[in-house]
């Protein structure tokens, strides 16, 4: 079980930064899988980053098209807490953000992911 808390969203100007943190309970939360989704109003929840558990394989990490090269998904795992760098933020950015934890690294699907955070606003004014 994982119970997941989000936090550092709220109102910003386009071209602004926000970081997103995410603190997770639990003493394997490093061998989770972990993403950021978000939801925009009217719209399906969409994938937004990933980050692979421990791995010997060292981090790996998937990004959306629509936020590669502006967002940076990052965890610390002595912290358990992921975090979701947004730089450049675009109105489009608007959205409820969530983080999620899942069993498999790779996946996009949010079916694919068991715990969930209450999620937190981000708003970015033109």
């Known amino acids: 079980q994982v119970q997941l808390v989000e936090s550092g969203g709220g109102l910003v100007q386009a071209g602004g930064s926000v970081r997103l943190s995410c603190a997770a309970s639990?003493?394997?939360?490093?061998?989770?899988?972990m993403g950021w989704f978000r939801q925009a109003p009217g719209k399906e929840r969409e994938f937004v980053a990933a980050i692979n558990s421990i791995s010997w394989r060292g981090e790996m990490t998937d990004v959306a098209d629509s936020v590669s090269g502006r967002f940076t998904i990052s965890r610390d795992n002595a912290k358990n807490t992921v975090y979701l760098q947004m730089n450049s933020l675009k109105p489009e950015d608007t959205a409820v953000y969530y983080c999620?934890?899942?069993?498999?690294?790779?996946?996009?699907?949010?079916?694919?992911?068991?715990?969930w955070g209450q999620g937190t606003q981000v708003t970015v004014s033109s």
């Open positions: 999620a934890a899942s069993r498999r690294y790779g996946v996009r699907d949010s079916e694919e992911y068991n715990y």
């Open positions: 639990g003493r394997t939360f490093s061998s989770y899988p």
